[in-house]
């Protein structure tokens, strides 16, 4: 038999015809003459009723018939009585793939909270909410292609095992293929990487941009999409080992150009989920309030998700110095403010994502650009502005988010370039493959950096950043 979707058929509703459904089924209730399925096949959120005659079955197949197990059910596609539902399946004829012992699998017919799920990530995809979001996922990566595409840029593959450290924040897993019972060691004690695979220190990439470079200066508009690792400490729920990031870089961009690209495809990648991921994203929003509903009031959501992702759609994102937003938040109001002053004695601090979402939910009530921030909490690469202490940076704060994109324009200029690596100990002559974009037909150029998993987060209303990507690597968690 040939397999039908249910998104086709739900999308079609050819009542009357005969159709081969394969699928997962989610809850069998029976009554003494019938058996109602709800089977689920991935293809959407919705499942499709199976009308299962006892008689005709019988217990010996429908007793494999139980929540997890697999099933090819062919019938007539007839409309349904049933309220939520506009056609069911009349079964004809019932294979049982693959059955789910109901004393053993994990996932019963009820909910299961997101922890629990987080302990048997190797099954969480078969829930309903993993699935959606996995859905949600896939029509993002794909507007990402579709947004850069139609714009003419150019999809390159920065390498993943790499001996540079962009942010130079020394957060690089290192690769090596040492045995580690016998590291070999060089006169000072030191690891001798000269006796490993690559004969340098290397490690996984923390980002593509500086390769990402290499390309703009030949290509003028290109972005990666891929993979990055840091092995930042830092067990928060914005935070992973491993997660994608977006980089475009574009020659003859300044730093407002750079905004300008930034905030228009945010709001494409927020319209395409509204205009793709409606069923989806109608049962996370319900999945949000209901979760919601068991918070104490001081912590739950202001705004519906649907509502977030129009105020990300309707409002001019505003743009913010670094200093402007220092002087908001030394002037807001003790009382609401308690909780971010301390940490803005002075100008120079880097902010705490309590600061930005203050900013972004309390202040402006409209996402914010913060930039020009001080150069001395910045990457290397960024272009410093002639006040001699902040750098062409910004950062793209969203609400309930904090930062979802950090960039900058870059340090174009070669002595002053130089001078910086120098005064932050970076060792120049290392990078002279780098150098070499300065050296020769060198630019203005700005890029930026999307953490996908953050915008996940923001599409589809998830919490923790752990529960939007399928297999996360956090600090002591790296099982399958
Ligand atoms: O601000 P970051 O560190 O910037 C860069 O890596 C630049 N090289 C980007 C560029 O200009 N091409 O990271 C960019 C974004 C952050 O705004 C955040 O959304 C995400 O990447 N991000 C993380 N997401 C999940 N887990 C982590 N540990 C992340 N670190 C950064
Ligand atoms: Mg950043």
Redesign the pocket.
């Given at each position: 038999e040939k397999r039908t979707k249910i998104q086709e058929v739900l999308a079609r509703e050819p009542i009357g015809e005969e159709l081969t459904l394969m699928g997962w089924v989610r809850t069998k209730r029976a009554s003494k003459n019938v058996a109602f399925i709800a089977l689920n096949d991935g293809s959407t959120i919705n499942n499709i009723q199976v009308v299962a005659d006892v008689e005709q079955f019988g217990e010996e197949v429908l007793k494999k018939v139980t929540t997890g197990a697999s099933i090819a059910a062919t019938g007539k596609l007839v409309a349904s009585q049933g309220a939520g539902q506009s056609c069911e399946l009349i079964a004809e004829s019932i294979e049982v793939f693959g059955e789910a012992d109901p004393e053993k699998y994990p996932l019963q017919p009820k909910k299961h909270s997101l922890e629990f799920l987080r302990e048997i990530a190797h099954l969480r995809l078969r829930t309903n909410t993993f699935s959606a979001i996995m859905r949600v996922r896939h029509s993002m990566a794909f507007a990402v292609h579709q947004f850069f595409n139609d714009k003419g840029f150019f999809y390159i593959n920065t390498p993943i095992i790499t001996s540079s450290d962009?942010?130079g924040?020394g957060e690089a897993f290192k690769v090596t293929n040492f045995e580690l019972d016998a590291i070999p060691r060089n006169e000072e004690g030191g690891v001798d990487f000269k006796k490993d695979f690559f004969e340098k220190e290397a490690n996984l990439t923390?980002?593509?941009?500086?390769e990402?470079e290499l390309a703009a200066m030949a290509l003028a508009e290109i972005y990666?999409f891929g993979p990055?690792f840091?092995a930042?400490n830092?067990n928060t729920t914005?935070?992973?080992?491993e997660?994608w990031?977006i980089?475009?870089?574009m020659a003859f961009y300044d730093l407002k150009d750079n905004m300008d690209l930034a905030e228009e495809m945010l709001k494409y990648l927020v319209k395409y989920a509204l205009d793709n991921c409606a069923d989806d994203l109608a049962f996370l929003e319900k999945r949000a309030e209901e979760e919601d509903k068991n918070k104490p009031q001081t912590e739950r959501a202001e705004m519906t998700l649907t509502e977030r992702l129009k105020f990300v759609l309707e409002n001019d994102f505003e743009r913010v110095t670094y200093t402007e937003a220092i002087e908001i938040l030394k002037r807001s109001k003790p009382n609401q403010k308690k909780k971010f002053q301390y940490l803005i004695e002075e100008w120079g601090a880097d902010l705490q994502s309590e600061h930005e979402r203050f900013l972004v939910e309390k202040h402006f009530k409209k996402p914010v650009i913060l930039y020009n921030y001080p150069r001395d909490i910045k990457?290397f690469?960024m272009r410093q502005n002639d006040d001699g202490k902040t750098v062409g940076a910004m950062?793209?704060l969203f609400p309930g988010?904090g930062?979802?994109?950090?960039?900058?324009q870059r340090e174009e200029r070669m002595d002053k370039l130089t001078e910086r690596m120098k005064a932050m100990g970076i060792p120049v002559e290392e990078m002279s493959w780098y150098m070499d974009t300065r050296r020769f037909g060198s630019v203005p150029h700005s890029?930026?950096?999307?953490?996908?998993?953050?915008?996940i987060q923001f599409v589809t209303g998830m919490g923790n950043?752990r529960d939007v990507i399928p297999f996360p690597r956090t600090p002591g968690n790296c099982e399958f």
């Open positions: 962009a942010e924040a923390v980002s593509g941009q500086l990402g990666t990055t840091r930042e830092s914005r935070h992973l080992a997660f990031m980089e475009p870089e990457a690469y950062d793209i988010i930062e979802i994109i950090g960039g900058s890029g930026y950096g999307l953490g996908f998993e953050r915008m950043i």
